[in-house]
Structures are given as structure tokens and as C-alpha cells.
């Protein structure tokens, strides 16, 4: 069956059987996760056969994933990129994981200090920016419930990988990234009310 | 950017953003469209909303698309 709008089909494989397409899914699926892993590899602290194991462990947790999701393909795309889109997102869940393993600075950690570096502040010009990010630090402190401080201060001072904050607050990236959503909506208001920056959102 | 740029930037939240399980629900779908040259952007306003101002849900999509690419090459 055709989905009328996309032209693409409904259900290009077999829920049971059909041993061959699932082989060659998964064959399609490694090599997707192993161009992905290579593609990310340059910025990751990971190399070699860690790379390959994590792949292949993607590669295998996004067919699982697929298979238990296959009747809730609608033909809305074609068919291997819905499928695609598990290896990738099976990619990040491992690099995300990897992190929280080997953590670069301690997650809990709080060091005000690299805020402006985190932002790009030229450090010779501090006066022309010390004001501004000692209000954003008491806008941290004082406007933000005790969860959106915990994600600000991991996520922005600490640059712990939001996939990784998932995994450490067992949690889901939706989440994490609403609690953030709401915390800059809330330190651009601070700021703008004590006339740091503009108002609008 | 500057750190006042990239601090404002960071601030700035978009009410059409259709948050992380939106766009994971729809990437596979949105990543064909940009793959084909649809006009994506009056279609679904939120969807690049959200890839700005979200590093992991914008470095699948760069991913989905490198494998879409990938597969044409």
C-alpha cells in the first residue's frame, strides 16, 4: 500500500520472515553507523576499535529498535531513511554514554570561571564584559528552579553533552532540552530587564 | 562571533521551535525533503527553528542527510 501523499510505501518489509531483507537491513545499518561514527570520529575521544564496537553495537540496537517500531512506518519518507535515522540516533545514545563513562571534568562540577570561554569573551577585554556575566551568574543563582540551574551549569560551564546529562539525570533529550529552553528564556529576561541585552526572545 | 553575539544567540529562545521529540519524530521525513530540494522551511517552520538552537538534534540531521548524500554518491 501507497501513502497517497508521499508515494512511498507503507510497508517495504516483512514484520515476520523475510530473513534476506532483514540481513540486508542490517548489513545497510553498520554501514551507515560506521560512515556516522567516522564522520563524528575527529571530535570524539574515541578511536579505533572502539569506534568499530560502537558502531556495530548501534547498528544492532537500531535494527532492534526498527523491528518494534515497523508498524509505526507510514511511508511518510522512504523507507531506508526512516530506518537511517534509528542508526544515527543509536550513534549519539553510545557517544552519549561513552561520556558519561569517561566524563572530561566531573559532571557536578562548578567552575565559573570558563563561563567566558564558553561564550568566546576576549579575555583582554574583560571590563567591557565582567558586569554583564556576573549578572547572567546572580541570574543563574536567583531566577532558575534548582533542576534548570543543575542543566545550565552542566550543559553551558561544564560542557557535559546533552546526551550524556540524559543518561546522568535518567532522563530523555526532550526533557533536558525544555529545562533549557525554559532557563535561557528566564536569564534573557533577567538580563534584559536590568538593561544588559535586548528584550526581544 | 563575539562572546556577546554567541551569549545573545545562545539566549534566544524561538516560539515556533517544536522542541527534541518533534523533530526526532519527523527528521526522517524532513531530511528527504531537504534531500530533494523542497522547499522545507514554509513547510515546517519549526523544524529549523529547533536545529539552531539544538547541537544534538542538528548533528543527527547533518548525519541523516551525510547518509543520504552517501547513498547518491
Given at each position: 500500500?501507497?501513502?497517497?501523499?508521499?508515494?512511498?510505501?507503507?510497508?517495504?518489509?516483512?514484520?515476520?520472515?523475510?530473513?534476506?531483507?532483514?540481513?540486508?537491513?542490517?548489513?545497510?545499518?553498520?554501514?551507515?553507523?560506521?560512515?556516522?561514527?567516522?564522520?563524528?570520529?575527529?571530535?570524539l575521544r574515541v578511536t579505533g576499535p572502539e569506534l568499530e564496537d560502537l558502531a556495530y553495537r548501534a547498528a544492532a540496537d537500531a535494527l532492534i529498535a526498527i523491528t518494534g517500531k515497523l508498524r509505526q512506518f507510514r511511508g511518510e519518507?522512504?523507507?531506508?531513511?526512516?530506518?537511517?535515522?534509528?542508526?544515527?540516533?543509536?550513534?549519539s545514545a553510545k557517544i552519549g554514554r561513552h561520556f558519561w563513562r569517561h566524563p572530561a571534568v566531573p559532571l557536578d562540577a562548578e567552575d565559573w570561571d570558563r563561563l567566558p570561554d564558553r561564550f568566546g569573551f576576549d579575555p583582554a577585554r574583560e571590563a567591557e564584559w565582567r558586569d554583564l556575566l556576573g549578572a547572567?551568574?546572580?541570574?543563574?543563582?536567583?531566577?532558575l528552579t534548582a533542576r534548570q540551574r543543575a542543566v545550565f551549569i552542566a550543559i553551558v560551564l561544564n560542557g557535559v553533552p546533552l546526551d550524556t546529562l540524559v543518561i546522568e539525570l535518567a532522563s530523555n533529550r526532550n526533557a533536558i532540552y525544555k529545562t533549557l529552553f525554559d532557563a535561557r528564556r528566564k536569564l534573557r529576561a533577567a538580563l534584559a530587564a536590568d538593561g544588559h541585552i535586548g528584550d526581544e526572545s | 562571533m563575539n562572546g556577546?553575539?554567541?551569549?545573545?544567540?545562545?539566549?534566544?529562545?524561538?516560539?515556533?521551535?517544536?522542541?527534541?521529540?518533534?523533530?526526532?519524530?519527523?527528521?526522517?521525513?524532513?531530511?528527504?525533503?531537504?534531500?530533494?530540494?523542497?522547499?522545507?522551511?514554509?513547510?515546517?517552520?519549526?523544524?529549523?527553528?529547533?536545529?539552531?538552537?539544538?547541537?544534538?538534534?542538528?548533528?543527527?540531521?547533518?548525519?541523516?542527510?551525510?547518509?543520504?548524500?552517501?547513498?547518491?554518491?
Open positions: 500500500m501507497l501513502n497517497q501523499r508521499s508515494g512511498y510505501r507503507r510497508s517495504p518489509l516483512p514484520a515476520r520472515g523475510g530473513r534476506q531483507h532483514w540481513g540486508r537491513l542490517h548489513e545497510l545499518l553498520v554501514r551507515i553507523a560506521r560512515r556516522e561514527v567516522a564522520r563524528r570520529g575527529s571530535r519518507s522512504r523507507f531506508t531513511t526512516w530506518a537511517y535515522k534509528f542508526a544515527i540516533f543509536e550513534v547572567l551568574h546572580r541570574a543563574v543563582d536567583d531566577k | 556577546w553575539a554567541e551569549l545573545d544567540e545562545f539566549l534566544r529562545t524561538d516560539p515556533r521551535d517544536v522542541g527534541c521529540a518533534q523533530a526526532m519524530e519527523m527528521m526522517h521525513i524532513y531530511a528527504d525533503l531537504v534531500a530533494a530540494g523542497a522547499p522545507v522551511q514554509e513547510r515546517y517552520p519549526g523544524f529549523p527553528a529547533h536545529l539552531r538552537a539544538c547541537g544534538p538534534c542538528a548533528e543527527d540531521f547533518d548525519g541523516l542527510l551525510a547518509a543520504l548524500r552517501d547513498e547518491t554518491n
